[in-house]
């Protein structure tokens, strides 16, 4: 076998160093060893080209970028954390992030964002962290629950969202923070939903900073968390059958959280099941953890108005039937008199003939 002459071999690591050295765009800094490109406050306007595919790290906070087109990251396909924090970002392009099938934590905070397309989600559904805070969105997409089974940390605070609904948030399974506060919320009948789901987040030890009401005026200023059931009668009117399914909700996540592996059947299922369908039973705790105070007191409202309920029937019932007592006793009374008073006028008229027949001998 021929010997490599060293020139040649010279050439050719100088070849690799230079072709590593030129992967790093020249707007940034590199970490060849950590696989980190910072590109942070370059005053860029377009995603630097010529990235090492090897890149695990790309943080491009603080500059000008205005959008995110088709494949924006295809150079780098192994990427696990990107910061685009603080820039103009006003577009996403639904394929923009394809082929991240790594990303871990992706923070799109501090932009223009209004609206997040539901195939935007769909590249990156390994994603644990995920930051779409101070934007303009004003409702999250369809299939956020579907696309986000390992995510543990949800920012929304500061955006326009006025209600958000249950359905979004049941098969966050991990989910252990969300971020929700500085939002115009809107605490109608349409928000009971969350209400209660943030009621079992918490008592499985989640942490929510704030839903500060916007409307109604009477709720103003007021953290939805502690708004009294009392105060949304007019919800529980026209759906007391809704109410009273989400109750039984959590009574079963109640049981089932403290031991008890089988659920009501007429529960609905809600997150106990893992992505692959299988039932996922919480491990038995050796003493049950106590209830949310507005739990307990949702409960406790169901109860009292059941027994009022009770109490007022039984004491209906209790007045019909005195009333058709007395009805029948006076009835019976009314006939012994007339009875009577119509014997007492045959025995004066026998006494009368009698009277009559012993003056006729006399005479």
């Known amino acids: 076998m021929a010997e490599v002459p060293l020139g040649a071999v010279f050439v050719l ?3 690799v160093l230079f072709q590593t050295v030129s992967t790093c765009p020249k707007e940034c800094s590199c970490d060849t060893n950590a696989k980190v490109v910072d590109c942070r406050g370059r005053g860029l306007y377009d995603i630097p080209r010529k990235l090492h595919q090897d890149t695990l790290e ?39 992030l394809l082929g991240l099938k790594s990303l871990r934590v992706l923070s799109l905070a501090n932009n223009s964002i209004r609206e997040v397309d539901r195939r935007l989600l769909v590249s990156i559904k390994n994603l644990t962290i995920l930051d779409l805070s101070f934007n303009t ?62 009621e079992t987040f918490a008592f499985k030890g989640g942490v929510v900073d704030s839903v500060t009401c916007i409307q109604p005026h009477l709720m103003l200023e007021r953290d939805l968390r502690h708004i009294p059931y009392e105060l949304f009668q007019s919800c529980m009117i026209t759906s007391y059958s809704y109410l009273f399914a989400n109750i039984h909700y959590l009574d079963n996540k109640h049981r089932m959280l403290s031991g008890q592996l089988h659920p009501s059947p007429k529960a609905p299922s809600g997150g106990d ?40 029937c039984l004491m209906m019932l209790a007045a019909a039937v005195y009333g058709c007592a007395y009805a029948a006793i006076n009835a019976k009374y009314q006939r012994e008199l007339k009875k009577k008073a119509k014997e007492a006028g045959s025995g004066d008229k026998q006494k009368n003939i009698e009277r009559e027949e012993h003056k006729k001998p006399l005479e």
């Open 13 to 15: 690591t100088s070849l």
């Open 58 to 96: 790309l943080y491009l906070q603080n500059n000008h970028l205005r959008g995110l087109g088709s494949m924006s990251f295809q150079e780098t396909p192994q990427l696990q954390i990107l910061d685009l924090t603080n820039n103009s970002i006003t577009t996403l392009s639904p394929s923009s």
């Open 137 to 198: 969105i004003g409702g999250l997409p369809g299939g956020l629950a579907d696309s986000f089974h390992f995510l543990t940390h949800l920012s929304l605070h500061y955006n326009r969202l006025t209600k958000l609904d249950r359905i979004h948030l049941e098969a966050l399974g991990k989910l252990k923070v969300l971020q929700l506060k500085g939002n115009p919320w809107k605490c109608d009948c349409h928000l009971i939903g969350l209400k209660l789901w943030l």
């Open 273 to 312: 099941f893992s992505p692959s369908g299988e039932a996922i039973f919480p491990e038995c705790e050796a003493k049950q953890r106590s209830r949310p105070v507005n739990y307990r007191h949702a409960i406790a409202t169901v109860v009292i108005t059941g027994i009022v309920c009770g109490i007022v």
